[in-house]
T-cell receptor
């Protein structure tokens, strides 16, 4: 079955530490996204990528970094510059182009990041 | 700037009731609108996607409608069941070449047995 796999499910970060969240998809989607979800708030876009080796900042990119070296993978690094990283992080993907633009957005099961 | 609102934030209904969830958006120039379900501690599951040229979409007990001129979409759930308890979110895609979706904050639904 095609889908999106996020790992780990739970992650703990120490002060001053960078941590990386994994996102892998086998849906053959070109576009991938990272969202942050806080209690009582909607999803906020951190970064998105429309194609390999290209990515764009979303609304809350400060303190985060990404890479897109392979179509299937879009890892997110939460750096020590992100002072309030405790949240639920969701990875998503969609198709692109005329047909793909009207296809549903697919999500992984999320990673919950907490501060030690 | 497009804003998406979902009211109420929480809703409790007895089992078997038909119910309507609301989604409002401020800019009628949308490409599509998607409804999602989210269970606690899980990711989002797509329920229905309505293209801008469509008025409604149906899947089983779910029916989603779209009225762009009034900036509203509704998700109708027939004969609600305790298993329908979850948070329901809507998201708007502003344009075909835009890859930024605008999400509402969701309605948390509890169906009481």
């Amino acid at each position: 079955d095609g889908g999106i796999t996020q790992s780990p499910k739970y992650l703990f970060r120490k002060e001053g530490q960078n941590v990386t969240l994994s996102c892998e998809q086998n849906l053959n989607h070109d576009a991938m996204y990272w969202y942050r979800q806080d209690p009582g708030q909607g999803l906020r876009l951190i970064y998105y990528s429309q194609i390999v080796n290209d990515f764009q900042k979303g609304d809350i990119a400060e303190g985060y970094s990404v890479s897109r070296e392979k179509k299937e993978s879009f890892p997110l690094t939460v750096t020590s510059a992100q002072k309030n990283p405790t949240a639920f992080y969701l990875c998503a993907s969609t198709g692109t182009g005329e047909r793909g633009s009207n296809q549903p957005q697919h999500f992984g099961d999320g990673t919950r990041l907490s501060i030690l | 700037k497009q804003e998406v609102t979902q009211i109420p934030a929480a809703l409790s209904v007895p089992e078997g009731e038909n119910l309507v969830l609301n989604c409002s958006f401020t800019d009628s120039a949308i490409y599509n609108l998607q409804w999602f379900r989210q269970d606690p501690g899980k990711g989002l599951t797509s329920l229905l996607l309505i293209q801008s040229s469509q008025r409604e979409q149906t899947s089983g007990r779910l029916n989603a409608s779209l009225d762009k001129s009034s900036g509203r979409s509704t998700l109708y759930i027939a004969a609600s069941q305790p298993g329908d308890s979850a948070t329901y979110l809507c998201a708007v895609k502003p344009g075909p070449g835009t890859y930024k979706y605008i999400f509402g904050t969701g309605t948390r639904l509890k169906v009481l047995a």
